[in-house]
């Protein structure tokens, strides 16, 4: 039989300790303003999941104006240069916007997030791991609740005055909403990627690859190890890419004979899709990162945006709570949704150049001539070049954004 624990209060109830759910824990204790984490997984679970590689410029900047930066981020700084490998030519391209100030960390995303885990601990934040069965109650009124079924089988409530919503697109906070409340605004983009783990040597820049036979990708995730994405029919099995097939693709599509493999230690299919829900918000449950929206991988703006989710929502509740100023909190979902388009844009038309450049079959040859004028234009005009090096660092919008 399950024992009820007695009711809790806090200021936020965080749902999920991924980078937006620990992000805005570390920036809302930095404030003074208490809250509990709630994440249903185990520490060592969350430790290890390995997924995003760089923490923009952007990002970078804003957790260095919250006084964290040197705590939290690890890795190493960007040298701002991305390559372009076309038909075997090399292109390289600044992503850096040129200022003097911190620029983008080549930080993989369990180091950020081991890292967010033990800042917060090691200020006091309260992380509660393996809470299962979460559930969000009278969200519309001033004092929601939260409960969840703790490892030892209790049960626990715990009053708030807001919830953020930070568990990903298969959590539990965004289908608390009711139907037809938010809309969802879906693209299904036709391509698969195969994405590939390895512990072998990274690539001098991060560096994205058109061939006829197709995209692929070479990114650094440690001094020892690397991220590959090859594309591929959106319903291939990772069972059919055995490592000699991997290792071959790649060779052909970077147009690298003497690449240097080694240990494949995870491998997955997945297609690229994109979502926005709209708004981000429902009375005072707010939704923060990839629980409000998911970017196609290509431009890497997924965590990226998830941190800038964390950072306008905890200044918000900053603003209610310190000044009673609540204007920050009412415009949230807009201000957030103005950037989420934003990259997007941004990644969709990345998506659609490296795509369509390469293999025709897939896009004809129009399309093909289109992609490679864009690239043409990229390599060749400062102009596009700055305005790409704009989206990348993540700089290109000003005005109601906090950083
Ligand atoms: C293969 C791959 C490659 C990627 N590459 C990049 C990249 O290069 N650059 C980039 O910026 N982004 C990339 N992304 C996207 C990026 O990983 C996500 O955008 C990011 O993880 C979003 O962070 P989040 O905290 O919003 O969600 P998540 O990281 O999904 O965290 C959600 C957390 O909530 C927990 N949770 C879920 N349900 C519940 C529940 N019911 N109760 C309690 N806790 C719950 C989960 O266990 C998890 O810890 C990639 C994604 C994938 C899959």
Known sequence: MESVAGRESTTVVVIGAGPAGLTVANLLRRSGIACVVLERRTREYVAQRQRAGIVETRAVRMFDSWGLADRVLGGVPSDGLLEFRVDGE????SDSDGSAGPAARLCPQQVLVQKLTAAYLADGGDLRFEAADVSLHELTGDRPTVSYRAADGTVHTITCSFVAGCDG???????????GFLTAHAFDHG?????????????????????????????????????YYLQCPPDDHPDAWTD????????????????????????????????????MQYGRLFLVGDAAHIVSPMGGKGMNLALHDADLFAGAVRDFVHDHDDTALRTYSQRCLRRVW??????????RTLHDAGDDTHSGRFRRGLARARLDRLFTSSAAAQAFAELTTGVDLTGDTQV
Request: no cysteine; glycine share 6%.
């Open 90 to 93: 090399s292109h390289l391209v």
């Open 191 to 227: 391509i698969g990627w195969l994405t590939v783990l390895a512990d072998a040597p990274p690539p001098a820049h991060p560096l994205l690859a058109v061939s006829p036979q197709g995209f692929a990708a070479h990114f650094p995730r440690g001094p020892h190890s690397s991220r």
């Open 244 to 279: 000699s097939r991997v290792w071959e693709a790649l060779r052909t599509r970077l147009a690298d004979a003497a690449l240097v493999s080694g240990p494949i230690t995870d491998r997955e299919v997945f297609r690229l899709r994109s979502l926005v829900h709209d708004p």
């Open 342 to 351: 934003s990259d997007q844009e941004f990644s969709h038309w990345l998506t």
């Open 169 to 179: 697109d298969r959590g539990t906070s965004r289908s608390a909403v009711p139907d």
